[in-house]
């Protein structure tokens, strides 16, 4: 079975200032991790995936997550927040299940960021 | 490319209508997904198919629920009847089979008074 959690339903950052919005997951396989954003209305899209090569993974936008195996942890940051970065985020982690690449989706962080 | 399609972008009905949902996968990709998105259960995966092939339909809610894969570039999802719990945003998604990496669709809002 694999699951992810997402620590804060809600984060609130001023613009300018780093963004961190926390993963933890949990695998019975290596897992493959993603961050997908969606906008307000708008379908969801990748951010960045990890899928067992460099640890550090950069994403676009200027966000990028570190996989942290002895942590279980997979958080994703951007070192100056935008306007435009105010979204729901959601953690995912995809396994082999013996049917597929199914994603499991965290329950989403909405980030909100002020001037 | 014009990324995964899905029609309509909204839909609003009475309960107890037939409803179809439709979707066009991105080109070469041989892995499709329904989800629904709501407020209160987030979202969930409620069938995938690999090669027009259900694998796992155990995300369908009950019987009002079918999709149905005809080939490789359109698959449909209907609900008979409706039912004002059905309100939901329907998204659609492909990959490579394979290939973790998801591609979505815009979405189907669906009202259901």
């Known amino acids: 079975a694999q699951s992810v959690t997402q620590l804060d339903s809600h984060v609130s950052v001023s613009e ?66 935008h306007m435009s970065d105010a979204a729901e985020y959601f953690c995912v982690v995809s396994g082999a299940t013996g049917g597929g690449n199914k994603l499991t989706f965290g329950t989403g962080t909405q980030l909100k960021v002020e001037l | 490319d014009a990324g995964v399609i899905q029609s309509p972008r909204h839909e609003v009905t009475e309960m107890g209508q037939e409803v179809t949902l439709r979707c066009k996968p991105i080109s070469g990709h041989n892995s499709l997904f329904w989800y629904r998105q709501t407020m209160m259960r987030g979202l969930e995966l409620l069938i995938y198919f690999n090669n027009n092939v259900p694998i796992d339909d155990s995300g369908m809610p009950e019987d009002r629920f079918s999709a149905k894969m005809p080939n490789a570039s359109f698959s449909t999802l209907k609900i008979q009847p409706s039912e004002p719990r059905d309100s939901a945003v329907y998204f659609c998604a492909s990959s490579l089979s394979g290939i973790n990496e998801q591609f979505f669709g815009p979405g189907t809002r669906l009202t259901v008074l």
Do not use: D, M
């Open chain 1, 16 to 81: 300018g200032t780093p963004v961190l919005l926390r993963c933890n997951y949990s695998s019975s396989y290596s897992p493959s991790l993603f961050w997908y954003v969606q906008h307000p209305n708008k379908g969801l899209q990748l951010l960045l995936k990890y899928t067992s090569a460099a640890t550090l993974v950069k994403g676009i936008n200027g966000f990028e997550a570190e996989f942290k195996k002895s942590e279980t942890s997979f958080h994703l940051t951007k070192p100056s927040a």
